[in-house]
């Protein structure tokens, strides 16, 4: 058994992560904005410049959209190759783990408990499947903080200036990836536990070569992005960093306490066994070791936590101390028969797979979400079976089970979007029913969007830049204001005027996303008497160039 333990994890990721995020369409916004931003970069061969639908889009920096980018260039501009580096960022964020808990425990048990919890948290799960910068993101902090537990833990100077060295290389690409914030969570842990163990004076011997380091990683696009665009630190800077974390107008505003219920639910199937990990971590924070990876979980939470705007995905460099310090929990609950933790789990996992089974049927019987779509109810009942007995075996038989939840949550990770209800994939996944129409649309002179998600999904699948905005602007209206800008948002007093235009010039295709009174009202402004396919939320119209 022992001899199959990674190849399980091998072939989970492969056949529960990696294959099937080619059969389900783009979510909007995150992943067709990420999809095109990338895509013009090979179009164009600017890589130093984020463009989103030809427009500057200064919100992250460009680094982020590299490995995007490189995997569309291999695989395709295609499903699979928009989503490729997530799945490998997340894989070797897995492999950190499993390294770093080998160095922690040298305990074949913890190190291979370690792997399976990270790649199967819930949230990290459903990340690595979904091209978003956060699986990126999360990759350079785990390895700058892990770097920064092998510099502390390294027993020569080779080996401690390697780490340092390491360390300082990794938030440099977080620092293209996201921003400052890479250079922050560093110091936040490796500050307070320099002090706890009385080794300040080695943070402040080998604290600047991580730093040089960093410098001269960053600096050749700090110095070109500078250059070129003028306007994108000052954007950058105040916008995406002083107003997200301090503002009263901050983007997604939440309470303090947003992140704790969502740490549970996010940790899911192992939400129970937080307690004891926290609680010993806790228990042993005079160990060094214990002590580090506590740090590594509480600091970047409460910095997250302090901050006024959140998103679910901010937290998810805590998943990794996490996971290191579950897998210790296991292991002494294991070698003590200590098992109450590991059974409540299994019972918590019992109840929210039977709950969600009887959940599914009421919903069908009562108030049906799938219409005529047997095989997508059928996978969403074959995951709440496989969540409910992975529950039941860790609530039996916990020492030799305890596994069990892993394979419930990848089977959910690989069936779940491929199984939505066709009227969600025409609301959140527009490319796929942009790919029914894809010819026309492509072949149309100009192309008009009420929605920049839908907007997004048409450039990337049509291969186009020039998409018209129709009373729309969003997280555009920074590009908007430059030169290039002028004319690509129509408000909806000059709509008739902008499409007398376009149509002497040639024929347009339009896709709109339908979902209130307002998006029917902008509807009924286009013309009625053209080609036009509706499915659900989403309506294409396909209107001929005027005859002189």
Sequence with gaps: MKRLAYPTLLAAFVLCILLPMAFHGLWIPDESRNAQISQSMLQSGDWVSPHLLGLR???????????????????????????????????????????????????????????????????????????????????????SLGALWFAFDARTTRGRLAAWSLLGAACAFGFMTKGFLAFLLPVIVGLPYAVLQKRLGELLRYGPLAVLVAALVCAPWVMMIHAREPDFWDFFFWHEHIRRFAGEDAQHGRPFWFFVPLLFASALPWAVLIIPALRNGLAGWRESKLLFVLLWFVMPFLFFSLAKGKLPTYIMPCFAPLALLMADAIGRALQQRKLVALKLNGALNLLLGGSALAGLVFMQARQPQYHDELPSVLMIALVCIAWLLAGLLQLLRPNRFWAAPAFAAWLLVALVPNAMPNKMVNSKMPDQFIAEHLEQLKGAHSLLSNDLGAATALAWRTQRSDITLFNT?????????????????????????????????????????????????????????????????????????ATP
């Design 57 to 143: 889009y200064f919100e992250k920096p460009t680094g982020g959209y590299w490995l995007t980018a490189a995997s569309q260039a291999v695989f395709g501009q295609n499903l699979f190759g928009v989503r490729f580096g997530s799945a490998l960022v997340t894989a070797l964020s897995t492999l950190l783990v499993i390294l770093v808990a080998r160095r922690l425990w040298n305990d074949p048990r913890r190190t291979w408990a370690s792997g399976l919890l990270y790649l199967s948290f819930g949230l990290i799960a459903g990340q690595a499947g979904y091209a978003n910068l956060d699986p990126q993101f999360t990759l350079c902090v785990n390895l």
């Design 473 to 545: 602007e969003g997280e555009l209206k920074f590009g908007l204001g430059y030169p290039e800008g002028q004319g690509r948002s129509i408000a909806l007093e000059d709509i008739h005027a902008w499409l007398e235009r376009a149509r002497a010039e040639g024929s347009i295709g339009v896709i709109m996303r339908v979902n209130s009174a307002s998006d029917e009202a902008e509807l009924a402004m286009l013309p009625s008497d053209v080609i036009s396919y509706r499915q659900n939320h989403l309506v294409v119209l396909l209107i001929p160039q």
